[in-house]
């Protein structure tokens, strides 16, 4: 309080009268401050506690249906970071440090070896009606892979077939499917078959909206697998683990 000390000290020495203090205690509440939320917290406890729970579940409500979560064997697209994907994580760098020290100076065949930290994704996106499988659209996915398959650099660092066949290994693509295709009632067809026959294995190209009962997706994805070791120029890399850095430069 920053009320008159002058009237305090007058008060400890004799006996103040009602009027003066009733001045004083009008005086010290006109300087006080009062902490509105304090109070509210105060005699609305339960309240607060329950906003707070609701504030909560929203937000996880609201992060779900952003993300689009789905079973645990369904999530597409998402890149974790929780204590299962760590845990992985560290196995892999495990295995990694093993096989540097089995495979020392041998001399692996080029490009055989999966790389599982290099894949490439191309994605599609329906920005307008309610899928992406279209006898438009696959036109352009397919020359979309065709210049992609094409690419001489690709050819350096692509997963190949085996070590007698250096040529890529083919995509991981659901265009095949339509091959010949000419109209939007085949795709949809073609569709359904996929989804009734091995529902769970194609599933991985499309995102949550394809169903065995929806036979269309908004996003669909080819995927390109990577293999080493690698020959940058004159240089021949022994193995996955040789001088990994480097051939990841180049990658």
């Known amino acids: 309080s920053k009320s008159n000390p002058s009237k305090l000290t007058q008060s400890a ?20 401050q009062k902490n509105i939320i304090s109070k ?9 506690i329950l906003s707070i729970l609701g504030i ?3 937000s996880v409500f609201l992060s779900a249906l952003v993300l689009e979560m789905d079973e645990f064997g369904s ?9 299962r994907v760590k845990r992985v994580d560290a196995l892999n760098e495990a295995i990694e440090d093993v096989r540097e020290k089995e495979l020392g100076d041998k001399e692996m065949p080029l490009q055989v070896e999966v790389q599982q930290k290099w894949h490439l994704y191309i994605l599609y996106h329906a920005t307008k ?8 659209n696959l036109a352009i996915f397919n020359q979309v892979e065709d210049i992609f398959a094409a690419n001489k650099d690709y ?3 692509c997963l190949a ?29 073609i569709m359904q078959k996929k989804a009734d026959d091995n529902f769970d294995s194609n599933k991985i190209f499309f995102d949550k909206t394809y169903t065995p009962t929806t036979p269309r997706a908004k996003w669909a994805r080819s ?3 990577f293999g080493l070791p690698i020959q940058d120029g004159d240089k021949r890399y022994r193995s996955s683990t040789d001088d990994f850095e480097s051939q990841q430069q180049f990658y």
């Not at 509210?40 to 607060?48: E, G, Y």
């Not at 999530?75 to 204590?83: A, G, I």
């Open 129 to 136: 009606g309610s899928t992406v499988l279209t006898v438009d």
């Open 155 to 157: 050819h350096k660092v």
């Open 161 to 189: 077939k085996s070590s007698a066949d250096r040529s890529c290994e083919p995509a991981k693509t659901f265009t095949p499917w339509f091959d010949g295709v000419t109209t939007n009632e085949e795709v949809t067809q």
């Open 40 to 48: 509210f917290i105060t005699h609305h406890s339960c309240v607060c």
């Open 13 to 32: 020495k004799s006996p103040m009268s009602a009027i003066d203090r009733a001045k004083v205690e009008v005086e010290i509440e006109n300087h006080s």
């Open 56 to 58: 909560i579940i929203l």
């Open 75 to 83: 999530r597409q697209y998402y890149v974790w970071s929780d204590l």
């Open 223 to 225: 995927y390109y697998r």
